[in-house]
């Protein structure tokens, strides 16, 4: 079968750094995509893994880990627009995007 | 540019009822795709395109049916409506290469009664 686990919330304080989890299990492989969705908006693109390590994109950052089937998404300096909840995707052998139930963040003063 | 445009955002309907859900983009890509969205869920795919006059299933395909006559629109159409297709639908589109990286439209929140 194919599933992504991420926690359903997680908790931070404005001005500080978060990291939020994803596994996968997933029949085939092409990489592992991250999104940002406000309430009532659509998914927007963060950042694409392809291959094992980090991509860092400003206050942004994620990471890989194939063999162990794992990426975190890291956000630094955290500001309250960053209240969102955060997506990630894989993009299996069919080439199509196997999506995650989403992590909410909420961000406290 | 408008990016990705869908209409209408709400819509209500009665069980039975038939409506089409429009995609439009203006970023001339090839690939186009509708979601589905319900609460505690990942997004799951119904269908998608891979170019101008085809479409193919994706994973949660009954009860829809799809049409991209023109490479800038893809549409989606529910011919009886039942309450179990209460959703918000996300149309998304990409280029080939960049399945990645999909551009979504603004949704529609569809409640059938």
């Known amino acids: 079968g194919q599933s992504l686990e991420q926690p359903s919330e997680v908790t931070a304080v404005e001005g500080a750094i978060v990291q939020i989890n994803c596994t996968y299990q997933?029949?085939?492989?092409?990489?592992l995509s991250w999104y940002q969705q406000h309430d009532g908006g659509a998914p927007t693109f963060l950042s694409y893994?392809?291959l094992d390590g980090l991509e860092e994109k400003g206050r942004f950052s994620s990471f890989l880990s194939r063999s162990k089937g794992y990426s975190y998404l890291l956000l630094k300096e955290l500001q309250m627009k960053d209240s969102a909840s955060y997506l990630c995707?894989?993009?299996?052998?069919?080439?199509?995007?196997?999506w995650g139930a989403g992590t909410k963040l909420i961000i406290k003063p | 540019n408008a990016g990705v445009t869908q209409t209408p955002k709400f819509r209500v309907l009665k069980t039975g009822q038939s409506m089409t859900l429009l995609c439009a983009q203006d970023?001339?890509?090839?690939?186009m795709y509708w979601y589905r969205q319900d609460p505690g869920m990942g997004l799951r795919l119904i269908h998608y395109?891979?170019?101008?006059?085809?479409?193919a299933k994706g994973e949660v395909p009954d009860g829809y049916n799809v049409s991209r006559l023109k490479k800038q629109n893809f549409l989606l159409g529910l011919e009886s409506a039942a309450p179990s297709q209460t959703s918000v639908y996300f149309c998304?589109?990409?280029?080939?290469?960049?399945?990645?990286?999909?551009?979504f439209g603004p949704g529609t929140r569809l409640t059938v009664t």
């Open positions: 998304a589109s990409s280029f080939r290469e960049g399945g990645h990286e999909q551009y």
């Open positions: 970023m001339n890509h090839e690939y």
């Open positions: 395109s891979v170019g101008e006059g085809t479409t």
């Open positions: 997933t029949s085939g492989f092409y990489g």
């Open positions: 893994n392809g």
């Open positions: 995707a894989v993009m299996d052998s069919n080439y199509q995007l196997i």
